[in-house]
Nanobody
Framework: QVQLVESGGGLVQAGGSLRLSCAPSGRTFSSHAMSWFRQAPGKEREFVAGINWLGNNKYYAESVKGRFTISRDNAKNTVYLQMNSLKPEDTAVYYC?????????????????WGKGTLVTVSS
């Protein structure tokens, strides 16, 4: 069974940084586009960042532009989300997702695979 496994979440103070990682088990995702989504308590899931399979096209939600960076290392079959200048409103469960093709990276309904999420808590 294919699984995406996120890691790197935790508790951090406002202004701090965290790096999330997403590594699939069961297969390689080097030919899949990858995205990060998040869901805060009581809110709907929202797109955070996406990257195509080659890693040369990246997309960000307006709320994280300039603070978050998505990257991937296909040799390691891993996608990263570097989060800097964290704010309390970034507190959420962060999910990694994958899809074939390079369109609709911002659309959660278009994703083929999902991880179980990792919790990020930013204290003020």
């Amino acid at each position: 069974q294919v699984q995406l496994v996120e890691s790197g979440g935790g508790l951090v103070q406002a202004g701090g940084s965290l790096r999330l990682s997403c590594a699939p088990s069961g297969r390689t995702f080097s030919s899949h586009a990858m995205s990060w989504f998040r869901q805060a308590p009581g809110k709907e899931r929202e797109f955070v960042a996406g990257i195509n399979w080659l890693g040369n096209n990246k997309y960000y939600a307006e709320s994280v532009k300039g603070r978050f960076t998505i990257s991937r290392d296909n040799a390691k079959n891993t996608v990263y989300l570097q989060m800097n200048s964290l704010k309390p409103e970034d507190t959420a469960v962060y999910y990694c997702a994958a899809k074939s093709g390079s369109s609709r990276l911002q659309d959660g309904d278009a994703m083929d695979y999902w991880g179980k999420g990792t919790l990020v808590t930013v204290s003020s």
